[in-house]
């Protein structure tokens, strides 16, 4: 075995017991964000200074996480995912880079395989709300918000806030402009 293979194995194995210590902003929290931080530098293909990985979460080894940015609690990060810097994720948010295959009607989809993995990318300073679900390919670009529940099923503008099923733009954060029923 490569080192880094050994590195998250041991990261894997650290994390079962460190997912389950309280929130970073429990009272009594023994450390938990430090804990769960060293973690992540093992187990991610990147993980930045500063970063906040709440309990119950789960993330791919392939996923990168840039300085000062958090994973809300009980979050899932699947598959390639990259995160920028100073990016705020609520609880519960689902990041999804892959997607099953359906084309084909004549066999159950159950055994059509997968589509290829479609990156998720997250610029710097982005916010994303409680619930929210980020579908494959999607790009969410510098300054975006994604509202609580939100499904996103296409890249999010620089500064645009985005909420609804299927997300669509509410408005910009640099403007006073509103998109939706003008």
Same mark, same amino acid.
């Given at each position: 075995m490569n080192?880094?293979?050994?590195?998250?194995?041991?990261g894997r194995f650290l994390f079962v017991f460190a997912s389950k210590l309280p929130e970073s902003t429990s009272p009594v929290n023994f450390g938990a964000k430090r804990f769960r931080a060293l973690c992540g530098r093992l187990i991610m293909k990147s993980c930045g200074e500063n970063v906040n990985i709440e309990k119950g979460t789960f993330f791919? @080894?392939? $996923? @990168?996480l840039g300085n000062k940015s958090g994973i809300g609690a009980f979050s899932i990060i699947s598959n390639t995912t990259v995160i920028g810097n100073n !990016?705020?994720? &609520?609880?519960?948010?689902?990041?999804?880079? @892959?997607?099953h295959k359906m084309d084909d009607i004549s066999r159950p989809m159950n055994q059509q395989g997968f589509e290829p993995v479609r990156p998720v990318i997250i610029d710097d300073d982005v916010w994303i709300g409680s619930r929210a679900i980020i579908l494959p390919g999607v790009h969410i670009y510098r300054g975006g918000v994604v509202a609580a =529940? &939100? !499904?996103? $099923?296409?890249?999010?503008?620089?500064? &645009?806030?985005? =909420? =609804?099923v299927p997300?669509?733009?509410?408005?910009f954060r640099n403007k006073s402009k509103i998109i939706e029923g003008e």
């Amino acid at each position: 075995m490569n080192r880094k293979r050994i590195e998250r194995a041991l990261g894997r194995f650290l994390f079962v017991f460190a997912s389950k210590l309280p929130e970073s902003t429990s009272p009594v929290n023994f450390g938990a964000k430090r804990f769960r931080a060293l973690c992540g530098r093992l187990i991610m293909k990147s993980c930045g200074e500063n970063v906040n990985i709440e309990k119950g979460t789960f993330f791919a @080894s392939d $996923t @990168s996480l840039g300085n000062k940015s958090g994973i809300g609690a009980f979050s899932i990060i699947s598959n390639t995912t990259v995160i920028g810097n100073n !990016v705020m994720m &609520a609880r519960e948010c689902i990041i999804n880079p @892959s997607n099953h295959k359906m084309d084909d009607i004549s066999r159950p989809m159950n055994q059509q395989g997968f589509e290829p993995v479609r990156p998720v990318i997250i610029d710097d300073d982005v916010w994303i709300g409680s619930r929210a679900i980020i579908l494959p390919g999607v790009h969410i670009y510098r300054g975006g918000v994604v509202a609580a =529940g &939100a !499904v996103v $099923t296409q890249d999010v503008p620089e500064y &645009a806030i985005v =909420g =609804g099923v299927p997300a669509r733009i509410i408005r910009f954060r640099n403007k006073s402009k509103i998109i939706e029923g003008e």
